[in-house]
Nanobody, 115 residues
């Protein structure tokens, strides 16, 4: 069992940056995949980026080149560095941890990109 807590969301102007963090209650060493998902009102939750325990990353086309996913296993934390933010990035952002077919979700943190 692992609890996940996101932080770092907020209000930012277009073109600005935010760094989201996802802190895990337990060790994230081992075989697993962690990822960031987002969901805007009235829309389905979509994958933003994933990072495996081996360091392999995957990004949605809409964020490629602007967002960077990373993890620090010693700190039990995953990050999402978001640069060049657009209004279309506005959504609740959720952290997910998957290990051996079991998913764990954080409560989400709101990102609002607006002038």
């Amino acid at each position: 069992q692992v609890q996940l807590v996101e932080s770092g969301g907020g209000l930012v102007q277009p073109g600005g940056s935010l760094r989201l963090s996802c802190a895990a209650s337990r060790s994230i060493f081992g075989i697993n995949v962690m990822g960031w998902y987002r969901q805007a009102p009235g829309k389905e939750r979509e994958l933003v980026a994933t990072i495996s325990s081996g360091g392999a990353t995957n990004y949605a086309d809409s964020v490629k080149g602007r967002f960077t996913i990373s993890r620090d296993n010693d700190k039990k934390t995953m990050y999402l560095q978001m640069n060049s933010l657009k209004p279309e990035d506005t959504a609740g952002y959720y952290c997910k941890y998957r290990s051996f077919g079991i998913d764990y979700w954080g409560q989400g943190t709101q990102v609002t990109v607006s002038s």
